[in-house]
């Protein structure tokens, strides 16, 4: 099985793939709440989001940020890497005095209000680890409310940073992504996607067409079973 496509399901179907024996490789389900030694038959393609806790924290370091609040989906996906991230952060001896969960379908309403109290904390450096449609909505109340201004800091994880072709945030926020050494394999790959998809998408952005670190990871995934269903046949 090829899947699941969100972290939410992956504890689901670790625990079925583990039951029925049936391997499965999934290429976006990147929370770390689904262990190796736990479910044996589930296979991550993807980088665990534990990983970017210490990339963080080492950015928190780089640009002397003493206080850091995590704004983040309040489900599988967003909470089960927070803890990571407070340790990692706790390391590098920053403050989290604040812990900012959002409920995936939070209203503007409910948004606001969260950062109404953000800004009350007096923090200026924010790391937000959400789906895409709820980050928008971070960022839109944000810049309503001044927060993206000259002073604050925003940092969005590699969840958000691979989809910058479907998403637009505000500028100035920085960006954490897999690093992809540049073959010449992985640059043919590159082109040849781009090719196809402005063919099927004459109207689209061009930056829609990049690949991002799940278009890669999907790619790997899919040969990696194809590869092992040749193979057993």
Partial sequence: ILGPQSSVESAFVADLATRAEVPVVSFSATSPSVSASAAPFFARAALSDAAQAGAVAALVTYFGWRRVVPVYQDDDYGAAFVPFLVDALTAARAEVPYR?????????DAVAAAMSRLESEQTRAFVVHARPALAELVFATAVEAGMMARGYAWVITDGLTGLLGSIHPPQGIIGLVPHA???PRLRDVRRRWARKFMREHRDADPAQAEMGCYALWAYDAAWAVASAAERLR
């Fill in 181 to 183: 050494p540049a073959t």
């Fill in 100 to 108: 900012c969960a959002l409920p995936g379908g939070a209203s503007k």
